[in-house]
């Protein structure tokens, strides 16, 4: 009997982990489903394949389901472009080269942010975004990642152009 609730509760788990967006009207009428736009005069909302236009003025709750956070990805997307506007990647790999684990080491030590990158404070489209945690989470990841690679492989060079063999 045990075996039978257990398989029961594996085929409806992945129906009961998927959380929807609430939103609760004036009415008192409660909706689950997906949240597709928000506005200040409406929200665009759909429920088993059917587009909802709700005005902002019938609204009196909306619970987001924070799991999926679409902002979250177009902020990460946008600092990953910015990094590719830093440059820079002859210096790292030239200071691998000449400096080897030194310069490896203070690449992954070195806090990178927007604001000190030149290049990205004059070419990015996405100043806005310079002070969102989220982007400075992912621009500092991808810089560092970057610069740190690309010291290494200078590093590399080194100990394969002047190894004895």
């Not at 982990?17 to 008192?28: M, R, T």
């Not at 945690?133 to 492989?153: D, H, M, N, V």
Request: with cysteine; glycine share 8%.
């Amino acid at each position: 009997m045990n075996m039978k609730k257990f398989l029961l509760l594996l085929a409806f788990l992945p129906g009961l982990l998927h959380a929807k967006d609430l939103i609760v009207l004036q009415s008192g009428l409660r909706f689950e489903g997906h949240i597709v736009r928000m506005s200040p005069q409406h929200l665009v909302f759909e429920n088993d394949g059917q587009r909802f236009r709700i005005p902002a003025s019938d609204l009196a709750f909306v619970g987001l389901d924070e799991a999926e956070s679409m902002d979250d990805v177009d902020a990460c997307l946008r600092a990953y472009n910015d990094t590719r506007l830093r440059g820079r990647q002859w210096h790292n790999f030239f200071g691998g080269v000449f400096f080897g684990p030194i310069t490896v080491i203070y690449d992954l030590v070195k806090t990178y942010h927007p604001l000190k990158d030149e290049r990205v404070l004059l070419l990015s489209r996405n100043k806005g975004y310079f002070s969102d945690p989220i982007y400075l989470e992912c621009y500092s990841y991808r810089a560092k990642t970057s610069a740190t690679l690309q010291a290494a492989g200078g590093w590399a060079t080194w100990v394969l152009l002047f190894s004895k063999r």
